[in-house]
């Protein structure tokens, strides 16, 4: 539909492509024109890092507080104890307390680097840009109120307003059922807990608004008409679209896996390098979602073509680690691939494996580096990599997959690449 928005935040979602639907898009617009609105999006603590299909939602967060209004990143405590079944084959591993508390604290590290939770700080993360202090972001945990449920009152009180009937249509949970993949009772659980989330959001801090992957319009319009019917509150929904890449590949993944936002998962290095390998056609989007540049900017360096694209692509790379890791890491990123593209050096900030004097004491062999050094995922494609011609060891091809190395080979850190864009070192500690 064609809608022109009112308030600087809905012109910003449809301008740069992050509005995939909303519930009321007029109401919305309304709202956030007539004053501050708190938007929430959920969570759940599934791994130590959150990763790279995060983060097209971490930026709407970021441009909400942009447009004064108020943002919470909601951590799944609570529900991830559930599992969310959307569109999934089988039930999530059920995690302990232990570990997705552990889980929290490490999605939480990126969260600031984003958003400003700090009511005396008027200043956004990275660009030191000016925003109201009063919408400090909030960083809350839907356990607070989900782990002391009492089981009966709840059913009584908020289980009534399902229809299983409705919640059967859903298609992520219909998809499911059509394939006649089990799902569980508990599983079936996860949407009325995370309407409660809205409610109970709506309830203490006035939250107006969930945010999520269209994947969840389903969870959010539960939510809504819940909140409704309890608290008789006019609240929305509004999705963002599941991004794929040019190639039909699902956004996030790479030959070496999930592209995760935490340094000490993921190299500031590979993650700039996996935005400079951006599919051409991919350039111009990209950089509306996931940088700050002017849209015109954007539309202007996607439209490159030719040699200029990859100009284009180191800019999105900066921009985007720039915001992820810091300025000072995403220029040390830049440098160290100049180094190993340009100059065929192996650069200070490549991925680094460290081994002690004891394990190479036999000598190791080269198949064993290469998985180690996350280069590949097993000794069997470590081998094929090297069959194949796409193995080399300082920048020489690499054609003995069962070559050994000894402390004297590794007196000097040694450089691994597995084809022209994966590189790695292995050095001594």
Known sequence: MTYHPKSDFMRVMMERGFLADCTDYQGLDEALSGGRVTAYIGYDATAKSLHVGHLLNIMMLRWLQKCDHQPITL?????????????????????????????????????????????????????????GADNAALMLNNAEWLDGLNYLEFLRDIGRHFSVNRMLSFESVKSRLDREQSLSFLEFNYMILQAYDFLELNRRYGCALQMGGSDQWGNIVNGIDL?????????????????????????????????????????????????RNTMDADVGRFLKLFTELPVEDCERLGALDGAEINEAKVVLADEVTALCHGPEAAEAAKATAREVFEKGGAGEDLPTLELSAEEVAEGISVVQLIVRAGLAKSGKEAKRLISDNGARIDDAPLTDA????????????VKLSAGKKRHALVKLA
């Open 227 to 275: 909140t409704r019917r309890v608290l008789d509150q006019e609240i929305f929904g509004l999705t963002s679209p599941l991004l794929t890449t040019a190639d039909g590949r699902k956004m996030g993944k790479s030959a070496g896996g999930a592209i995760w936002l935490n340094a000490d998962m993921l190299s500031p290095y590979e993650f700039w390098q996996f935005w």
């Open 75 to 131: 951590m799944g405590g609570g529900t991830t104890k559930v599992g969310d079944p959307s569109f999934r084959a089988d039930e999530r591993p059920l995690l302990t307390p232990e570990a997705i508390d552990a889980n929290i604290d490490g999605m939480q590290q990126v969260f600031a680097k984003y958003l400003s939770y700090d009511a005396g700080q008027s200043a956004m993360p990275s660009t030191g840009e000016a925003v």
């Open 402 to 413: 069962g070559m050994m190395l000894d402390a004297g080979a590794l007196s000097a850190p």
